[in-house]
């Protein structure tokens, strides 16, 4: 694995309190705004612009090794699998953009730096 974007991700993942904001998370309220048609047409649209980029098979095999930490590491803080679910979903996002060169996406001007805040997007 020699993508150091990647990597820089899952270093800061793996930062002991990286996840801690989501003990104080509304988990009702956050997941109720994530499904207002804004964020959700923004989180679709990217999705569905990331889904036909063909990524090197070394960084697709990485970025489903972060999906699951996100998953595994958040779960542990807020023990709710659907906001761990989103987490790991927005990883996914997160990375993929990363790996095509999309420094402008939405997925790293939003998604990335609200979690590197502290912060659940929504």
């Known amino acids: 694995m020699n ?5 820089e991700v899952d270093e800061a993942m793996s930062a002991p309190k990286f996840f801690d904001f989501l003990k104080s998370l509304n988990v009702d309220n956050a997941l109720d705004s994530r499904d207002q048609p804004d964020f959700d047409e923004r989180w679709m649209n990217e999705f569905n612009a990331l ?26 803080v807020i023990n709710n699998s659907e906001i761990s679910s989103c ?33 659940f997007p929504d």
Do not use: C, M, T
């Open 3 to 7: 993508n150091k974007l990647l990597i």
């Open 51 to 76: 889904e036909i980029i063909r990524l090197k098979n070394s960084d697709a095999v990485f970025i489903d090794l972060l999906r699951e930490k996100a998953f595994k590491l958040s779960f542990k």
């Open 87 to 119: 987490i790991s979903d927005d990883v996914d996002l997160i990375a993929k953009s990363l790996a095509s060169g999309n420094n402008e996406s939405w997925a790293l001007n939003y998604l990335w730096i609200s979690y590197k805040n502290g912060i």
